[in-house]
Structure formats: C-alpha cells, structure tokens
Nanobody, 124 residues
Framework: QAQLVESGGGLVQPGGSLRLSCAASGVTLNYYVIGWFRQAPGKEREGVSYITRSGGSTNYADSVKGRFTISRDNAKSTVYLQMNSLKPEDTAVYYC?????????????????WGQGTQVTVSS
C-alpha cells in the first residue's frame, strides 16, 4: 500500500516562494506518475501539475505555468513542487497523488493514492 506524505507548506507573503515535498513509502516511486492537486476553501479540488515516471514530461495548470516547477528524485522516493511568485489565490491545501496507470491529464480519477495534504497560505 502506497503512503504519501506532503510537507513544506506554511504561511508566505505574496510574491514569495515555497517548496513542497511528497515523500513516498511502500512503493517503488518510479512506477508511478505523481501529481499535485489543491483545494481552496469552498472550492473543488483542482489539478496543479503532474510528472511522468522518468521525469521526462510534465504538465501544468494554466494558472501556475511559469511559476511552479515539479520535479522528482526517484532515488529519494520524493517529488517536489517549487512554487514561486505566489499569489493569494494559491492559498489551498495541496495534495500529492500517485497513479499506476495511464494519466490523461490533471484528472483526479486517474490517480490511485493520495496524501493527507499540506496547507499553503499566501497572505500579507
């Protein structure tokens, strides 16, 4: 059973940066596509980014393109989300998720395992 644990969230001012980590256990990470999703208060969960098994391909939501970067270190069983130029609208609980099958986009149903989430708050 895969276990995913997010860390790195916190309070940051607009324009600041944070790096989220997603540590995996119980699985061989390079078997999985890893995605990041977020859920803001009162809103549905939305896809942010995902990275393929080898790290050779990435995908981003339009709202974060050019500001967020996803990467992975399979040797450390960890996936990262570097978030720069943060905006108040980035405030949300951020979740990482793992998919063992085909991922066709930033769709929750493509992902099989989920972490508990980490809170990111962007505020002055």
């Amino acid at each position: 059973q895969a276990q995913l644990v997010e860390s790195g969230g916190g309070l940051v001012q607009p324009g600041g940066s944070l790096r989220l980590s997603c540590a995996a256990s119980g699985v061989t990470l390079n078997y999985y596509v890893i995605g990041w999703f977020r859920q803001a208060p009162g809103k549905e969960r939305e896809g942010v980014s995902y990275i393929t098994r080898s790290g050779g391909s990435t995908n981003y939501a339009d709202s974060v393109k050019g500001r967020f970067t996803i990467s992975r270190d399979n040797a450390k069983s960890t996936v990262y989300l570097q978030m720069n130029s943060l905006k108040p609208e980035d405030t949300a609980v951020y979740y990482c998720a793992a998919a063992w099958g085909l991922v066709t986009g930033l769709f929750e149903n493509d992902f099989n395992y989920w972490g508990q989430g980490t809170q990111v708050t962007v505020s002055s």
